[in-house]
C-alpha cells in the first residue's frame, strides 16, 4: 500500500469534520488584545456584560449567563429546573444532552434521563412525550422536570419546524414542565429559516446557544432565560468550577460574531448541499445523501455497510498516495458503521468544497468499480479489501 502523505507538499487538507474546531479570526484576535475586563464572577467584567445583555435580548429573555461550555449549559439547566434528586428530564436519544455529555445530569444533579425516539429531523413523537410525562410525585416514577429539544438537531443539522415546538409548548404548558432549547446551533436555524431567535425560543423557560461552534469563537455559550433562574445558572456556575474570571477577553470575540460570523453561516450551508448534491449526483446504492435533510450545515452521509463501511469511506477520503490524480485529505465525522457527517465552517473556503467534492467522486467510484469487479466474479459478500 503506498505511504499516506497527507502532511506533503502540495497536498490539501479539507477538514469537515465538525465545527468546533473553528479557530478565532484575525478581527476576533484584534477585539481580543482590546478588551476591557474584570473579575467577571464578581460581575465585574463590562464585555462579559454586554455580551450577557446583547444575548439575552436576542433570545427574548430577561437575563443571560456566559458559560465556559454548551455542556455546562446543558447541565445547569437540567440542576436548576429538575432541581430534586430522583427526577428525570425527557431528551431524544439521539440528542447531545443524552448521548454526549458522559451522563453528567445523572453523576452531579442525580437526575435521569427519559430518552424519546429521535426521527431523523430531530423532532420526536408528541403524542409519546404526552404519555411519558409524568408531571407530579408518584409512587413509583421519576417526577419530570424538564423537557429538552434540540435546534439544529447535532445529527443532521436539520432545523425544528416551528409548529412542532409550538405544538410541543402546549403539551409543556398544559402539565406546567419546562421547556429548555439545547440550541448550540440555533443561529445556523434563524439563517436557514429566517424566523429570529426571538420567536424560535418564545416558550422556552431556558436557551443557549454555542460560540466556539460555526461562530468561530474559541470557548463559550450564553444561556438565557428569567432572571431568577439565571440568578440560580450563576450560583451553580461557581459550584460547578465554571466561573472564569477576566472572561471578557474572549467575550470579545462573541460580541464580534454576533455582528459578523451569523449572516455568513449562509456560506456554510451552501457548502454543505453543495457536496450533499454531489454525492446525490453519482446516484451510488452504497453512498447516500438525502438532500431534503441537509438545510444547514452538515450533511448526514449514510452507507450501506454491507459493502462499505463509514470508517473504510472516511479512511479513503483521509488517505492520498502519490500517485493519485486528487492530491486532497479531506475529513469527514464518523458517527456509526452506516453514517458519517461532514460539518461546514468559516474556514473552508469554495475552492476548499470544490476540491473536497472531487476526491468523495474520486473515492465513491473507486468503491463501485471494486463492487463490480467483485460482483463479475459472482463475489456477493462484502467486497471490500482492508487496508
Ligand atoms: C456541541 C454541542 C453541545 C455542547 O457544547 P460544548 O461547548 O462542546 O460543551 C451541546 N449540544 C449540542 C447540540 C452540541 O452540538
Wanted: with cysteine; proline share 3%.
Amino acid at each position: 500500500m503506498p505511504q499516506n502523505h497527507v502532511s506533503g507538499e502540495g497536498v490539501r487538507i479539507v477538514d469537515i469534520r465538525t465545527d468546533t474546531i473553528t479557530k478565532p479570526t484575525q478581527a476576533m484576535r484584534n477585539v481580543m488584545a482590546i478588551a476591557e475586563v474584570g473579575d467577571s464572577v464578581f460581575g465585574e467584567d463590562p464585555t462579559v456584560d454586554k455580551l450577557e445583555r446583547r444575548c439575552a435580548d436576542l433570545l427574548g429573555k430577561e437575563d443571560a449567563v456566559y458559560l465556559p461550555s454548551g455542556t455546562m449549559c446543558n447541565l445547569i439547566a437540567i440542576m436548576v429546573h429538575c432541581n430534586k434528586r430522583g427526577m428525570e428530564f425527557i431528551a431524544g436519544d439521539k440528542s447531545h444532552s443524552y448521548l454526549y455529555e458522559l451522563g453528567g445530569a445523572a453523576v452531579f444533579a442525580g437526575v435521569q434521563c427519559s430518552q424519546i425516539s429521535n426521527k431523523p429531523d430531530g423532532t420526536f413523537c408528541l403524542e409519546e412525550l404526552h404519555r411519558r410525562i409524568q408531571p407530579k410525585p408518584h409512587l413509583c416514577s421519576a417526577t419530570t422536570g424538564l423537557i429538552i429539544i434540540e435546534n439544529t438537531h447535532n445529527m443532521c443539522g436539520m432545523v425544528l419546524p416551528l409548529e412542532w415546538i409550538d405544538d410541543l409548548a402546549k403539551i409543556a404548558s398544559k402539565f406546567k414542565v419546562p421547556l429548555h432549547m439545547d440550541g448550540a446551533r440555533i443561529m445556523n436555524a434563524v439563517v436557514q429559516s429566517k424566523v429570529p431567535a426571538k420567536r424560535i425560543a418564545r416558550d422556552m423557560d431556558s436557551v443557549f446557544f454555542c460560540f466556539s461552534k460555526g461562530l468561530g469563537c474559541p470557548m463559550g455559550s450564553v444561556l438565557c432565560g428569567t432572571a431568577s433562574f439565571v440568578n440560580e445558572a450563576r450560583r451553580l456556575r461557581k459550584m460547578l468550577g465554571g466561573g472564569v474570571r477576566q472572561v471578557g477577553i474572549i467575550a470579545a470575540a462573541c460580541l464580534l460574531a454576533l455582528d459578523e460570523m451569523i449572516d455568513r453561516l449562509q456560506i456554510d450551508h451552501d457548502h454543505a448541499f453543495r457536496i450533499a448534491k454531489a454525492i446525490d449526483d453519482m446516484h451510488s446504492d452504497i453512498v447516500r445523501v438525502d438532500l431534503s435533510s441537509v438545510q444547514t450545515n452538515m450533511a448526514l452521509i449514510t452507507f450501506d455497510s454491507k459493502f462499505v463501511t463509514a470508517k473504510e469511506f472516511l479512511e479513503k477520503l483521509a488517505h492520498v498516495s502519490q500517485t493519485d490524480s486528487v492530491q486532497v485529505c479531506v475529513k469527514g465525522g464518523f458517527i456509526n458503521d452506516e453514517e458519517a457527517r461532514f460539518v461546514l465552517q468559516w474556514e473552508v473556503t469554495d475552492e476548499d468544497v470544490s476540491c473536497a467534492i472531487e476526491k468523495v467522486k474520486m473515492v465513491i467510484v473507486r468503491f463501485i468499480r471494486i463492487l463490480n469487479e467483485g460482483a463479475k466474479r459472482g463475489l456477493c459478500h462484502k467486497l471490500l479489501p482492508h487496508h
